[in-house]
């Protein structure tokens, strides 16, 4: 995994590699029943309470700590090209949908290579300040750890193909 931090440009951006084909990763993270697999840091789980995948639509979740803690997220997706691109507006919110702003930007892209698929993730800060709170809250560490736990998902779900 390629972690890259551009602070004059409020970015950070995420290469991953996967040993499965480009229709199972977009699966992976569009369909909630498996997002809520993989989609958090262990020991924390992912919870989906509404996914409605398409432009416009939304995906309002909780991050779940062991203790039953809820950290809510609320992703709205502005632009989906099937099976190769989607962007989304994500922030954190309340558990009833307010937003906490300032967000981000995610622009996530799918390609694949021999049976192999890279997704690029470019994630734009509205600030800076949220971007450098975001990565000293860990989430290098965060991302790294859910991304591994895409990666052992994706390897079991290939295998039961």
Known sequence: ??????KPTKTVTITAE?????DLVWDAYTK???LDQ???PKPWSSRTKVMDFREGGRRFYAMVSPEGAEKWSV??????TPKTNFKLFNA???ENENPE???SDWDLSFDEQGGRTTVTISIYNESLERMENLIAMGFKEGITMTLGQLQDLLRGLSSSR
């Open 1 to 6: 995994m390629e972690f890259i931090v551009d």
């Open 18 to 22: 996967f040993d499965a084909d480009r």
């Open 32 to 34: 909630a029943e498996l």
């Open 38 to 40: 993989w989609w958090a």
């Open 75 to 80: 992703q709205k997706y502005t632009s989906i």
């Open 92 to 94: 954190f919110a309340d």
């Open 101 to 103: 702003l300032p967000g």
